[in-house]
């Protein structure tokens, strides 16, 4: 979510001073933050492609996400998901939105997978 706010922050800068302004922000504020060796290589965490691309390199299978449980109020939502493979669940994850609890279900999928040699 972050990354969309980011992204449509950097589309509103861009289409209200230009490209040199968005230029000038990017080098003074973004491009400091990133580690380069002369290239630009920003990294961003996305377990679920990262355990998707695993399960398929190995052909294991699909894989389902489904949210088990919702807890709090709806302005405190919390979600609980789990990620399975046929009938197998391989993590579970929370988060405040069930996005954010899939990535943290794949996550702990990613772990226990690499703990067991895939």
């Known amino acids: 979510m972050l990354a969309d706010v980011f992204e449509s922050f950097v589309g509103a800068l861009y289409l209200d001073q230009g490209l040199e302004t968005v230029r000038r922000f990017l080098d003074n504020h973004v491009f400091p933050l990133v580690e380069t060796d002369g290239k630009l290589q920003m990294q961003m965490s996305d377990f679920k492609t990262e355990l998707q691309e695993l399960i398929q ?5 699909t894989l389902e996400y489904r949210i088990i449980e919702e ?17 197998q669940s391989l993590g579970r994850g929370n988060g405040r939105s069930k996005k954010e609890a899939e990535q943290q279900a794949a996550a702990a999928a ?7 040699g895939a």
């Not at 807890?71 to 009938?87: N, T």
């Open 110 to 116: 990613l772990l226990r997978l690499k703990e067991d």
């Open 71 to 87: 807890r709090g109020p709806a302005h405190e939502r919390e979600f609980v998901s789990e990620v399975y493979m046929a009938s």
């Open 57 to 61: 390199h190995h052909g294991l299978g």
